[in-house]
């Protein structure tokens, strides 16, 4: 059998377990499978198993593979994980069915004007830096607020969603707990957080989405 899709019956079950674990209902948790680097070739074989929803970090990179698999699976939901620089926007909003990584003022005009010239709008969550590491993408929680506040109110945005990427050699968990409180606290329903290494503990938390990728398709080079 294709190890990949050995690999994502392993990690469907673990987020079932998960799920059951802290009283939630495995339903209310997508699995985004994060695609990045991996080749059409390596996806189809989670797409022939029925799963839609998938993340990457790149928009060229995803303008490359997209497109065809999007013509072959209308239901497909692809959701951009990775930085968006305003000159890429008009390409993300064509492609992507939802961004995670809204994260500052310029960002968010140049998607309100770019959605209503397309007539349409990606799901939008606010990527939050909880780590406030300076090198990370990310509003600074401590202007999260203000931040969905002008999404909505100048911009006229929806935001649905909050993410966040802990620093990579801390414990997640104040991390995962700060951005539900964040999220609580401004009305944001839905929660992206937890990968290949920290999903359980991020659905014991509340995440409704997990983005997961080499625990599916194994090791980026
Ligand atoms: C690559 C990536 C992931 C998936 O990471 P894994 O550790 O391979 O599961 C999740 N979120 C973001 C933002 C990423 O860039």
Not at 41 to 65: M, T, Y
Request: hydrophobic share 40%; net charge negative; charged share 20%.
């Amino acid at each position: 059998m294709n190890t990949i899709i050995e690999r994502y019956h392993v990690v469907t079950a673990r987020i079932e377990a998960a799920a059951r674990t802290s009283n939630r209902a495995a339903s209310d948790i997508t699995l985004v499978a994060v695609s990045k680097t991996y080749s059409a070739d390596d996806i189809a074989p989670v797409l022939q198993l029925g799963h839609r929803v998938f993340g990457e970090n790149r928009v060229q990179e995803s303008q490359g593979k997209w497109p065809s698999l999007k013509h072959d699976h209308a239901d497909i939901c692809l959701h951009l994980i990775g930085p968006l620089q305003t000159n890429k926007v008009r390409e993300a909003v064509a492609l992507f069915d939802a961004i995670e990584t809204l994260d500052r003022e310029k960002l968010a005009r140049t998607l309100a004007k770019e959605t209503q010239s397309a007539g349409k709008c990606p799901e939008l969550f606010v990527q939050v830096n909880t780590g406030n590491e300076p090198q990370k993408a990310g509003i600074v929680p401590e202007q999260a607020d203000a931040f969905v506040k002008l999404c909505t109110g100048t911009y006229g945005l929806t935001v649905t969603g909050m993410m966040c990427i802990p620093p990579f050699d801390e414990d997640p968990t104040p991390h995962f707990i700060q951005l539900a409180a964040i999220a609580e606290r401004n009305g944001v329903s839905k929660l992206s957080m937890g990968m290949s290494g920290d999903f359980e503990i991020a659905i014991e938390l509340g995440a409704t989405h997990v983005r997961v990728g080499s625990a599916i398709f194994g090791a980026r080079t």
